[in-house]
């Protein structure tokens, strides 16, 4: 899974090369609601964000969509674990905190720092993206790393070589117009690569760094997750209702589609938690409820359908059930 805040500015930029029709069947193509773009912090499969972003790039007819991506997005845009990191002291520590914070983000990936013969390589590998069609995903994660660094060593700062996990596909001169970095290919992930002499390069003082325990406690109250909650095939699917259901959609067989798994499969690793689809649902929806309740002003009737109940009272009764009250009276005791 993945934080949906890694879209970037994806739709802006389809929509101007392609128009409004293509962002939407593009989203509609890889099953991701185009509803989540007003909830960056949800979580999204992973293979169906890099699949989003190979879409997107054919529709626009632009092999290099994916660069053009990220070279509009900041680091700040992944959210504010990258936000924290950026106030190390040094940019090893930044790195450091990065690599720490990574599960916050996307549980599956990780970053590695390399330093060997007076260079240092900074990698992000992303989860497993054998049967994946990683380029573009690749190409809008590198200018960020990129733009992460130039935080220390100044806004025109860029590496000696960039090394990402494909097969060269060409494009060298177009490339290079865009991010004048020579590129090597088939590496173990997005790497950078620059002398290790910058590593101990400060943070600018007009960026506003901070106490380094300070920092570092903050890190860690974000990171120290422990073990027996970290995210697991029952806690994904939870994300992936919760990503469906803001289309309306509460069927297995789709969010098992969405977990690449079959819906048997996806039955017997709930059964093996201790828990069922219908529980996960009920789970979503009744938190969704909840929300929609003391977060809007949306009748109770419209938040049962949009909560993919086809008749409200059905709506009411689960209601009832799992928090003894029905629904509007819950809502004005809360409001009162």
Request: proline share 8%; net charge neutral.
């Given at each position: 899974m993945t934080?949906?805040?890694g879209?970037?500015?994806?739709?802006r930029?389809?929509?101007?090369?392609?128009?409004v029709?293509?962002?939407e069947?593009?989203?509609r193509?890889v099953?991701?609601?185009?509803?989540?773009l007003?909830?960056?912090?949800?979580e999204?499969?992973f293979?169906?964000?890099?699949?989003?972003?190979?879409?997107?790039?054919?529709?626009?007819g632009?092999?290099?969509?994916?660069l053009?991506?990220g070279?509009q997005?900041?680091?700040?845009?992944?959210?504010?674990?990258?936000?924290t990191?950026?106030?190390?002291?040094?940019?090893r520590h930044?790195?450091?905190?990065?690599?720490a914070?990574?599960?916050?983000?996307?549980?599956?990936?990780a970053?590695?720092?390399d330093v060997?013969?007076?260079?240092?390589?900074?990698t992000?590998?992303?989860?497993d993206?054998?049967?994946l069609?990683?380029?573009?995903?690749?190409d809008h994660?590198?200018?960020?790393?990129?733009?992460?660094c130039r935080?220390y060593?100044?806004?025109?700062w860029?590496p000696?070589?960039?090394?990402?996990?494909?097969?060269?596909?060409g494009l060298?001169a177009a490339?290079?117009?865009l991010?004048?970095?020579?590129f090597?290919f088939?590496g173990?992930g997005v790497a950078?690569?620059?002398p290790?002499?910058?590593?101990?390069k400060?943070?600018?003082v007009?960026?506003?760094?901070?106490?380094?325990n300070?920092?570092d406690?903050?890190?860690?109250?974000m990171t120290?997750?422990?073990?027996?909650s970290?995210?697991s095939?029952?806690?994904a699917?939870?994300?992936?209702?919760?990503?469906r259901?803001l289309?309306?959609?509460?069927?297995i067989?789709?969010a098992a589609?969405?977990?690449?798994?079959?819906?048997?499969?996806?039955?017997?690793?709930?059964s093996q938690a201790g828990t069922?689809y219908?529980?996960?649902?009920?789970r979503?929806?009744?938190?969704?409820?909840?929300?929609f309740l003391?977060?809007?002003?949306?009748?109770?009737?419209?938040?049962?359908?949009?909560?993919?109940?086809?008749d409200p009272?059905n709506?009411?009764?689960?209601?009832?059930?799992?928090n003894?009250?029905?629904p509007?009276?819950?809502?004005?005791?809360?409001?009162?």
């Amino acid at each position: 899974m993945t934080r949906a805040s890694g879209i970037g500015p994806l739709p802006r930029l389809l929509e101007k090369a392609s128009g409004v029709s293509a962002v939407e069947a593009v989203f509609r193509s890889v099953q991701i609601p185009v509803q989540v773009l007003d909830h960056p912090e949800l979580e999204v499969p992973f293979g169906a964000m890099v699949r989003l972003f190979d879409s997107a790039a054919k529709s626009a007819g632009d092999p290099l969509f994916g660069l053009r991506v990220g070279l509009q997005m900041s680091p700040g845009d992944f959210g504010p674990w990258v936000k924290t990191a950026k106030t190390a002291p040094t940019l090893r520590h930044a790195l450091d905190r990065l690599s720490a914070a990574l599960q916050m983000h996307q549980p599956e990936g990780a970053f590695s720092l390399d330093v060997a013969q007076g260079m240092a390589v900074w990698t992000y590998i992303p989860p497993d993206f054998s049967v994946l069609p990683i380029r573009q995903h690749a190409d809008h994660v590198l200018p960020v790393m990129i733009a992460f660094c130039r935080s220390y060593l100044g806004a025109e700062w860029l590496p000696v070589r960039a090394r990402m996990m494909y097969a060269d596909p060409g494009l060298k001169a177009a490339r290079f117009s865009l991010l004048a970095v020579p590129f090597a290919f088939d590496g173990p992930g997005v790497a950078i690569c620059f002398p290790d002499s910058l590593l101990g390069k400060s943070l600018p003082v007009a960026s506003g760094v901070r106490d380094l325990n300070t920092d570092d406690k903050e890190l860690g109250s974000m990171t120290n997750v422990p073990s027996t909650s970290l995210p697991s095939r029952d806690m994904a699917i939870e994300s992936i209702v919760a990503l469906r259901i803001l289309d309306g959609q509460v069927d297995i067989e789709g969010a098992a589609a969405l977990a690449n798994i079959s819906v048997r499969s996806l039955q017997r690793s709930l059964s093996q938690a201790g828990t069922t689809y219908s529980d996960v649902l009920n789970r979503v929806r009744d938190r969704k409820a909840r929300e929609f309740l003391l977060q809007t002003d949306m009748p109770v009737t419209g938040i049962a359908y949009s909560l993919g109940y086809s008749d409200p009272a059905n709506f009411t009764r689960a209601f009832v059930r799992r928090n003894g009250t029905p629904p509007q009276h819950f809502r004005t005791s809360r409001t009162m």
